[in-house]
T-cell receptor, first 111, second 113 residues
Framework: NAGVMQNPRHLVRRRGQEARLRCSPM?????VYWYRQLPEEGLKFMVY????????ESGMPKERFSAEFPKEGPSILRIQQVVRGDSAAYFC?????????FGEGSRLTVL | GDSVTQMEGPVTLSEEACLTI???????????LFWYVQYPGEGLQLLLK?????DKGSNKGFEATYRKETTSFHLEKGSVQVSDSAVYFC????????????FGQGTELSVKP
């Protein structure tokens, strides 16, 4: 049973470009969480999604960030018009109920 | 708001030494407490958890006891191995699903042969 798959593992963008990070949850998991880890900080909750629904987006920045988890396909975290402060590791986790299973993360670098 | 504070790393130990990584928390309610571990090149994995006061979580020789009176959840192991080298994250959750976690900043452990 494959684990949580995130891609790309590393992404480099210039300021003003868009970044798209993808997360395929474990088979049978319908809950997806996104976390962000800024340098020298712990992981911070961003958003919780179930299929086709955003359940809790209390940790998402109000502008430029969006997330979706469509009926088919992976969950996508989209960052528009990236700035240097968006440079971070973005982790996705999935669950049925209870234990979270994390992916290896996507490291975004904004030049 | 709720928060988690861990001791700063890196922590460097010799094989078979005792390990303690301190973790304290602040919470408005009665959270569940977790330790996650991240081995090099891998995602975070749940190491152990405790859901109420005085519960002890244990796994792979690691233990942590939920201490409500001191708001602590220190991670301990009696004899570490080189393979325990990793980053350890303490976390809490106030929701029943356990998915919305508040993490500490992580403590890097390096065990030398």
């Amino acid at each position: 049973n494959a684990g949580v798959m995130q891609n790309p593992r590393h992404l480099v963008r210039r300021r003003g470009q868009e970044a798209r990070l993808r997360c395929s949850p474990m088979k049978g998991h319908s809950h997806v969480y996104w976390y962000r880890q800024l340098p020298e900080e712990g992981l911070k909750f961003m958003v919780y999604l179930q299929k086709e629904n955003i359940i809790d987006e209390s940790g998402m920045p109000k502008e430029r960030f969006s997330a979706e988890f469509p009926k088919e396909g992976p969950s996508i975290l989209r960052i528009q018009q990236v700035v240097r402060g968006d440079s971070a590791a973005y982790f996705c986790a999935s669950s049925t109920t209870g234990e979270l299973f994390f992916g290896e993360g996507s490291r975004l670098t904004v030049l | 708001g709720d928060s988690v504070t861990q001791m700063e790393g890196p922590v460097t130990l010799s094989e078979e030494a005792c390990l303690t990584i301190n973790c304290t928390y602040t919470a408005t309610g009665y959270p569940s407490l977790f330790w996650y571990v991240q081995y090099p090149g891998e995602g975070l994995q749940l190491l152990l958890k405790a859901t109420k006061a005085d519960d002890k979580g244990s796994n792979k020789g690691f233990e942590a006891t939920y201490r409500k009176e001191t708001t602590s959840f220190h991670l301990e192991k009696g004899s570490v191995q080189v393979s325990d080298s990793a980053v350890y994250f303490c976390a809490l959750s106030e929701d029943n699903q356990g998915g919305k976690l508040i993490f500490g900043q992580g403590t890097e452990l390096s065990v030398k042969p």
